[in-house]
């Protein structure tokens, strides 16, 4: 070797994953499976970790519960590369991207409530589901103005994307070839809001590809979430797109979505209760198909042994006898 050669160079990692814990409450069982699952992943592939707290929601973020996220994370045994980063630190990146989209006639002002979308709303699958409030009204197409370059002049007013009426389609990584039309389905969203701060949609694009994600794993509520981001990575000419993995929810016995109504799964309280993070592994392990029956286990173990394609593909049921195993001494 010459005496000078310049250094081996250090491998960069091509690929990137996050962790995104929203700071609106404390992290539960159900965020558990899907940091380990996310965490295992990218330990196994060798892809970096950000972590990045989404604490853009802001009437619903609690004091200390970024900290509380972080904490607990750590409790688990996961680590990351960099971070932790927010998103309500710097708004220039979001301002930027509204700038784009609104110059190029993608996003338009809607100071519309709520009340008179749905007032304007005809076909029954424009209307909010009574029985579903989780299912999104679809925005009514002749709610929207006649497209034309704006500036970005009121950061106080709600912004939609005029979502193209087109198939957006992508191959999850765990849930299988998807089709979806944004424009069919919800309509024009929302990008900016009227807080003045970006929405979630806008938010995650814009940190994704800044932050250099390439790999996005996530619990499958957000699945037709991907469709909107593909479009919003499309209208800001943004690449490499990043690849998806959708993981099934976590429910609880009645099959529905584990919450505070089937008591208090919060990582936290098991901590408090003196229930060890191992225990919270074996049952995630046990959820992952990584053993028949719940067992202690580290984080590091659940990695080597975590295979994606082994993993059951239906709902995780919560069920008495898992919390029975949690607080079994
Ligand atoms: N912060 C979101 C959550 O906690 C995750 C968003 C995402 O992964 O895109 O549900």
Request: hydrophobic share 40%.
């Amino acid at each position: 070797m010459p005496p000078h050669a310049p250094p081996e160079p250090v491998p960069v990692a091509a690929e990137r994953t996050r962790l995104a814990p929203s700071p609106t409450g404390a992290l539960h069982l159900g965020n558990a499976r899907t940091f380990l699952v996310n965490w295992a992943l990218a330990r196994r592939r060798g892809w970096a970790i950000t972590l990045r707290i989404e604490d853009l929601d802001t009437p619903r973020t609690k004091p200390g519960a970024a900290q509380d996220a972080i904490d607990t994370l750590r409790w688990l045994g996961l680590d990351w590369d960099d971070g932790p980063f927010d998103q309500t630190t710097d708004p220039t990146p979001y301002t930027d991207a509204m700038r784009t989209l609104a110059a190029d006639a993608h996003a338009y002002p809607c100071a519309l409530t709520r009340a008179q979308i749905e007032d304007a709303a005809s076909a029954p699958h424009e209307r909010a589901d009574a029985d579903d409030p989780a299912r999104e009204a679809r925005f009514p197409p002749e709610l929207r103005p006649a497209l034309a370059p704006r500036a970005f002049d009121d950061p106080v007013t709600n912004w939609r994307f005029a979502a193209p009426d087109e198939e957006i389609t992508f191959d999850d990584d765990f849930a299988g070839p998807q089709r979806r039309n944004v424009a069919q389905s919800v309509g024009d969203f929302v990008v900016w809001t009227k807080r003045g701060q970006p929405a979630y949609q806008l938010a995650v694009v814009v940190d994704d590809h800044r932050q250099g994600v390439t790999r996005v794993v996530r619990a499958d509520d957000l699945l037709d979430s991907a469709a909107r981001q593909l479009l919003l990575y499309r209208a800001l000419g943004l690449r490499p797109e990043p690849s998806y993995t959708h993981l099934p929810l976590v429910l609880g016995p009645d099959g529905r979505r584990l919450a505070k109504r089937h008591g208090d799964t919060r990582l936290s309280h098991y901590r408090d209760v003196g229930v060890g993070a191992e225990r919270v592994i074996g049952l995630v392990a046990a959820w992952c198909g990584v053993c028949a029956t719940p067992e202690p286990m580290h984080a590091d173990d659940f990695a080597a042994a975590f295979d994606l394609d082994t993993m059951p593909k239906g709902p995780i049921t919560m069920r008495p006898e898992d919390e029975a195993w949690l607080l079994q001494r």
